[in-house]
């Protein structure tokens, strides 16, 4: 099975320290599904958008194209995980009310993906794909850890990361397009919480690789005295969010 495999070695990791999604933005989904039969949330990893669609659908289909990812899934009644691409799916057409991709849509082929998700839609289906930059927490913190991306690691970014940094403007979405009300991820975090989170960015995973050293103790020196250990700040993600659907015949 041959796709861009950016988060199979820390997939541990991704399950225990990335943050959760507003559960108002799986609502609003939901909300503008044709029905709530049947949900795919496509390149799920450890199933955290799957959790929230099975709170408005009577069925999630969960997939991702690696198997470490979904070795760390979240089981539930409502969710069966399956292993598969995005431009592939194993489903006959026209039985799903929407489709959802959460910070994922950028790695896809999107000549193949798009007439798959016209495939399998109903009539008025929906597409939700979203995404998130680095958090935000004060004009200090942010200036570090702002240098510390472009600076640091950088160049271990994949291309198609300039999505990401485009707020998805400019992936591709050949759909009718949907208005999107602002959506975003708070927590209360650490600095240590936070570190953490970093180690499950790409960019850090293919540098520790390709240098053979981790680049986050000296991040974490450098913050320390603007963010003193131990002590919890809010740690805010603006949400870009593309909705569409499919035309009804």
């Avoid at 049947?38 to 991702?64: C, I, K, M, P, Y």
């Avoid at 963010?227 to 569409?244: C, D, S």
């Amino acid at each position: 099975m041959s796709f861009k495999d950016h988060f199979s070695r820390q997939a541990g990791d991704y399950g225990r320290f990335r943050p959760r999604y507003p559960a108002a933005l799986a609502a609003h989904v939901a909300a503008l599904a044709p029905g709530r039969g049947l949900a795919l949330d496509l390149a799920t990893g450890n199933g955290q958008a799957a959790l929230d669609l099975a709170e408005h659908f009577e069925r999630v289909l969960a997939s991702d194209a690696s198997a470490a990812q979904l070795g760390h899934a979240v089981a539930h009644p409502r969710i069966q995980y399956l292993r598969h691409t995005a431009e592939r799916l194993p489903l006959a057409a026209g039985v799903a009310d929407a489709v959802v991709a959460a910070q994922a849509a950028h790695w896809f082929d999107f000549g193949r993906f798009y007439p798959e998700v016209r495939r399998v839609l109903r009539p008025g289906g929906v597409v939700a794909l979203w995404t998130y930059e680095t958090f935000r927490v004060d004009a200090a913190v942010d200036a570090c850890v702002d240098r510390f991306y472009r600076e640091v690691v950088g160049r271990y970014w994949p291309p198609e990361r300039r999505y990401v940094e485009e707020g998805y403007r400019t992936l591709p979405f050949p759909l009718e397009e949907l208005a999107a009300p602002p959506f975003e991820l708070t927590h209360a975090w650490t600095l240590e919480r936070a570190i953490q989170y970093l180690g499950t960015w790409s960019a850090v995973d293919r540098y520790r690789a390709a240098r053979g050293s981790d680049p986050l103790p000296a991040l974490a020196a450098e913050l320390a005295p603007l963010w003193p250990p131990g002590e919890e700040r809010p740690v805010r993600w603006p949400v870009h969010l593309r909705m569409g659907r499919v035309a009804p015949i």
